[in-house]
């Protein structure tokens, strides 16, 4: 039975990710034959969350043979606390966003209360707009700081100035939808969301680096997202690249790959004011020809990161998200030059660097993942 | 048929790991009832794997419950190349070091076909040794490099000058014992071996350092050593701790963790001349007081290390193991402070710090470790 309920929710992950699939394509990837596809594949079709279709695009003569597709009628809620913005999204099985809200996020007043009021406030308008039939099965949230598992408590969360907020027990009861919040660190997110249908599909350990403000870290291990004892591993941020004299931290440290490769050293570098930040101010200084010295500055502290991440964790991939987007192409041959002279020949020698293929979606679609979580594990019993 | 041969290796573990136990302690431990336990441990000591035996110091009325303990004549051939010493074990099932040959390793002249012929003599020595009926289901190597799994080609090990020898293959030719030698590279295997009988007991989460010549590391993220897409992951003493005028390290770079932190450098802070190294040179320095300087500067670089290491992996316990056993009790206020400069209070609320408690053998016990993982896995199909 337990196998049985696992075969479920593999069969379910798989339509997930890689979307509509023959019964003979599953039968093959799950090494089990097509009897047992059927079977597994008819409890879920009865569960209302896959269904089978002919192929698109057939032509020619004889029966079509059916492929299993995500039910269009399934879908999270996915809420994505950025720095410059409040996103919430409903996110189909199968990962497409099917409707979207965004809201500047204020840079002030951002006390748990007000951020979780405009969130559920968005999720509801969401959810009430939802299609008759349409089922929201969980929800998940990225948040921009260090989070408590199991109950989504922000441990410490430097951006809002966070400390020990209980966010996802408090959105979950203003949205009054009867259903957890499941909240992770937005890096974590899209380390997982890049693996699943981004840039790091097939590389099992991988290295998601996501900038903004700060610069958080998303790291998986043999396909698994390195937590640690507590669940607040992946801090690649607070790595220190540059301990003697190096930029002060809004953690209160100095010297964190952070402090030295963030938005704000990136325009203290450039000898822009502190002003206002986000993703238009690095796209002026990276496109700006008389900023090229700090963009070479950045990226030289960025490429140190890069090396020792590369040292300890031999990853298969390294990728750029978030702001790093836009710094990472200007700043490359910096990067190259750095991991050339600092990481090992032997732990280079397959390492390759991406920027994100989800781009701005990757903390959210990481979010969306979080929140199919449960029923994926086990989809008829969630 | 898989769940019960399963079932074999984990009992087998059990013992191994804990020492002797009681049928109803294994049932406890492995979720499985008594007559399960019974048959496991029949056919186990039926292939001479585990014997059942009155408990130790049983006293009072009645028949004493048996424990089933390892077979005193399993044994794996353990061999440890460190920097300063060749060493041959044969180690018992269960984890007792039955004997022993060490040998000085000469600084000179250790190409492969030397050290291989100088360990595989005294292989051959302790087998021809052996008691009779005793029985080798392994051999195992911890070596100072970059080892590539399944084959054990060393694809790099500065302090030798080797890249790319078969170390593996030829130590397996020369013993000629018809096993194979499975290689480790030797901060992983002390890793493992402290996780399983040492300072890291319960503690999946875990970091273990090696300082000798060089800094090695052996991380366990949730149980497993961090391996990386091609098995080179925790190369802990190439992170970068001081990027910008940082001291030359063997591997090319500079500012690498072990060139600030290794032997070398320690010498050097103490104004002591390169020659003689190894643990009687350290000792000399720690328990200088004129050399408290010194041993504060490397302190304060290791603290770095350390800081960021539990930044990026919220481990449970980090341990100091080799020379990094003399240097951290004297160095350990300058990185207690280092860690309260540089490492997030919420990374850091659970991690402790402690000395290896398998001290020298922390590396050889790991090779045994990794030379008893075929018989462990499979017990009786290995």
């Not at 009054?176 to 590389?203: D, K, T, Y």
């Amino acid at each position: 039975m337990h196998r049985h309920r696992s075969n479920l929710g593999t069969l379910l992950h798989h339509v997930h990710v890689a979307g509509p699939l023959s019964r003979a394509a599953l039968a093959d990837r799950m090494g089990v034959n097509r009897s047992t596809i059927l079977a597994l594949t008819t409890e879920l079709a009865a569960a209302g969350l896959v269904c089978e279709q002919p192929p698109t695009g057939t032509s020619g003569a004889g029966r079509p043979s059916l492929v299993v597709r995500p039910a269009p009628g399934v879908f999270v809620l996915a809420f994505d606390v950025a720095v410059d913005r409040l996103t919430a999204a409903r996110v189909g099985l199968g990962g497409p966003v099917l409707s979207r809200l965004t809201a500047p996020r204020p840079r002030a007043g951002v006390d748990l209360d007000t951020v979780v009021a405009r969130l559920a406030a968005m999720g509801r308008e969401l959810l009430d707009a939802a299609p008759a039939g349409a089922t929201c099965v969980g929800v998940g949230a990225a948040y921009c700081g260090m989070i408590r598992p199991g109950d989504g408590m922000v441990r410490y969360g430097p951006d809002l100035g966070w400390v020990d907020q209980a966010f996802g027990r408090e959105l979950a009861r203003a949205l009054g939808a009867g259903l957890p919040v499941a909240v992770g660190n937005e890096a974590h997110l899209g380390a997982i969301a890049e693996f699943e249908r981004g840039a790091g599909v097939g590389c099992p350990d991988l290295i998601y680096l996501h900038g903004d403000v700060g610069v958080g870290g998303g790291i998986l291990v043999g396909g698994k997202l390195l937590g640690g004892e507590s669940g607040y591993g992946c801090e690649v941020g607070h790595m220190l690249v540059n301990p003697v004299g190096g930029r002060p931290c809004l953690c209160g440290s100095h010297g964190c790959l952070e402090a030295e490769t963030g938005e704000y050293a990136l325009l203290a570098a450039a000898g822009r004011p502190p002003g206002p930040i986000g993703r238009e101010a690095i796209r002026a200084v990276v496109d700006d020809p008389s900023a090229a010295g700090a963009v070479a500055e950045i990226g030289d502290w960025l490429g140190v990161g890069v090396a020792s991440l590369i040292n300890l964790f031999n990853p298969g991939v390294v990728i750029f998200g978030g702001m790093l987007r836009d710094l990472y192409p200007a700043a490359a041959p910096q990067v190259a030059a750095r991991i050339a002279e600092h990481a090992m020949p032997v732990s280079r020698e397959r390492a390759v660097l991406r920027l994100s293929a989800l781009a701005d979606d990757a903390t959210l679609l990481g979010a969306a993942e979080l929140a199919f979580g449960p029923l994926l594990a086990d989809p008829l019993h969630r």
